[in-house]
């Protein structure tokens, strides 16, 4: 996974996936890992992930990230096994209008 210097920055770092993650690592390794890695999973552009991260919803993918940490996982492959586990759950129309991820 190639990461590029035209990620994002968090708007959030007080609380969604930065400011959650921060709790368990280095939050500015862990994001652009994080977005890169969701970004190849869902073929969304960067930027509407950002936003995701920066939701609660992004917290909550922190929360389940520091899980696969507790098991002795790398962050890179933290973030894989929270990201494929989210994968499978579906898009309600109410999360898709929070986050702008496509329903589905």
């Known amino acids: 996974m190639a990461i ?3 990620t994002p920055e968090s708007k959030n770092q007080e609380w969604g996936f930065w400011g959650t993650i921060g709790h368990h690592g280095d939050a500015a390794i ?3 890992i994080a977005i890169n890695t969701i970004s190849d999973a869902t073929q969304l552009p960067v930027e509407t ?4 991260l920066d939701s ?3 917290r909550h993918f922190a929360d389940d990230v520091a899980n696969e940490l507790a098991t002795g996982k790398v ?3 933290a ?3 929270a990201t494929a586990r989210w994968m499978d759950w579906r898009i309600s129309a109410r999360t ?5 991820i496509p329903r589905g």
């Open 4 to 6: 590029t210097n035209t």
């Open 30 to 32: 862990a994001w652009p």
């Open 49 to 52: 992930v950002a936003i995701f």
């Open 56 to 58: 609660r919803h992004g």
């Open 75 to 77: 962050i890179a492959d």
């Open 79 to 81: 973030i894989g096994a």
């Open 96 to 100: 898709a209008h929070e986050t702008g």
